[in-house]
C-alpha cells in the first residue's frame, strides 16, 4: 500500500507574502508613534530647561548675585565650586544637560535676550545662556534657533 505525503510547512511564495504584511502593520503602528516621540522630547526639553534655571538661580543666590560662567564648560553646575567667603556648594547638576531634542550640550553664550525662532550663532548648539541675568533657551531640533517653549508645535522647533 503506498502511502500519499501530505504537504507539511508553508511555501517560500507564502512566507514572502506573510513577511510583507508585517513590514506594512510594522510601518503603520510607528508612524502612529513618532509624534508621541517628539511630543515626550518636547515635555522633557521643557522640564530640563525648569530644572537648569532653577539650579542656575541657586548657584546666583549662593555666590553674591553673580550667575555661572557657563562660556566654556558645564563645570560651575557640575562640580562643587566655594562662594566667595569659601564655603563649598553644589554641584547643582549631576551630569551635563543633553538637550532631548538634538542630543547637544554645547552652550552658545548672548549678551542680549533671543526671541523664539531667532538663529543661533553656531552649529550643534544644544543651549542659549544669557551670563548677565543667568537665563537659559533650548535650542530646536536641528540646534540652530531658539526653541520656542511657548508654542511646541511651532514648525521652527
Known sequence: ???????????????????????ILA??????????TTDARRAALSENLGILRAQIQLYTLQHDDTSPDLSTTWDPLI???????????????????????????????????????????????????????????GTNTAGDKVYNEGNPQDPNN
Open 1 to 23: 500500500m503506498l502511502r500519499k505525503h501530505s504537504k507539511h510547512g508553508f511555501t517560500l511564495v507564502e512566507i514572502l507574502i506573510v513577511v510583507i504584511l508585517l513590514g
Open 79 to 137: 562640580a562643587q565650586t566655594a562662594d566667595r567667603g569659601g564655603n563649598a556648594r553644589g554641584p547643582y547638576l549631576p551630569s551635563i544637560p543633553r538637550n532631548p531634542l538634538n542630543n547637544n550640550t554645547d552652550i552658545a553664550i548672548v549678551a542680549t535676550d533671543p526671541a523664539f525662532g531667532d538663529a543661533v550663532s553656531q552649529a550643534g548648539v544644544g543651549y542659549v545662556y544669557n551670563p548677565n541675568n543667568g537665563f537659559i533657551w
Open 27 to 36: 510601518s503603520v503602528v510607528l508612524a502612529m508613534f513618532r509624534p508621541a
